[in-house]
């Protein structure tokens, strides 16, 4: 393996002129499927030292909303780039979307299709229980309440890549999308949207932490990629490794990388 990746944390290079942190959230922020309050407490340390913080996460926009108006974060981005929820003057928050609502609509019905197809060809394969909140993309459980067996991982990823798809498999759940956009997309655009920023011209001021698969192309892209200790599990299946990694897993990784920032912040 090259020493460029799954270097210490400790080694981070962290720019003085850091604009912000891109997050996953499902055991990246989680432990135990739960945000501990000392890692809400961490990003708000990062909010106080006047850093942007944007979750991207393959969770569904009904599942976040909770979420983007409890934690001091700038906005989520669910269902893998899709949609976003973002807080308003009035305190409110507004959803915003890439694609258009006809759009939307005609995927959703050719996706709802899809996955009753799974479910009836896959043994032991179910939606995801967080099902009723997406409005962008399909999910299937392999990790969240269940243990699937990759063969039956594969055959989801190749029935949705089949049916004109995106898929990709996250530490709980595979998804299934129609359209362009990704965690990578949605990043720009968010970033585009709410700080009138280049991502990509801007891609070494910014940090991305994350533990799986869907997280890839964040890796790939972002070279300040860090992933937290439990990425050990997905290390065999990663094309693309982030370039760190932190010594605690999960949410208490996240801690650890907002420590390490902090200490560098004047």
């Known amino acids: 393996m090259s020493q460029e990746f799954l270097r210490p944390l400790s080694e981070l290079p962290v720019p003085s002129n850091l604009l912000g942190v891109l997050t996953d959230i499902d055991d990246t922020l989680t432990t135990d499927g739960v945000v501990p309050e000392h890692v809400v407490a961490a990003i708000g340390r990062l909010k106080d030292a006047g850093l942007r913080v944007v979750p991207i996460t393959g969770r569904p926009v009904g599942w976040s909303v909770p979420f983007a108006s409890a934690w001091p974060v700038d906005a989520i981005v669910a269902e893998n780039g899709a949609v976003a929820l973002r807080r308003n003057a009035q305190g409110t928050l507004d959803k915003l979307y890439q694609q258009a609502e006809a759009e939307r609509a005609h995927n959703f019905a050719q996706m709802q299709q899809v996955l009753a197809q799974i479910e009836a060809q896959v043994e032991g394969a179910s939606r995801a229980t967080d099902s009723?909140?997406?409005?962008?993309?399909?999910?299937v459980d392999h990790s969240e309440y269940t243990n699937m067996p990759q063969a039956q991982i594969d055959q989801c990823v190749a029935i949705m890549k089949a049916a004109g798809m995106n898929a990709t498999v996250s530490s709980i759940h595979i998804n299934g999308w129609f359209g362009e956009h990704n965690k990578?997309?949605?990043?720009?655009?968010?970033?585009?949207?709410?700080?009138?920023?280049?991502?990509?011209?801007?891609?070494?001021?910014?940090?991305?932490?994350?533990?799986?698969?869907?997280?890839?192309?964040?890796?790939?892209?972002?070279p300040l990629s860090v992933g937290v200790a439990n990425i050990a599990r997905f290390v065999p299946q990663l094309q693309h490794l982030p370039r760190f990694v932190t010594q605690a897993e999960r949410g208490d990784g996240f801690v650890q990388l907002a420590a390490q920032i902090l200490s560098h912040q004047k």
Not at 132 to 139: L, S, V, W, Y
Not at 186 to 206: C, P
């Open 132 to 139: 009723a909140g997406r409005e962008c993309d399909i999910a």
């Open 184 to 222: 990578l997309e949605g990043a720009r655009w968010i970033v585009r949207e709410l700080f009138d920023i280049d991502l990509d011209a801007t891609l070494g001021q910014w940090i991305y932490i994350g533990d799986s698969t869907n997280d890839q192309l964040m890796f790939q892209n972002v």
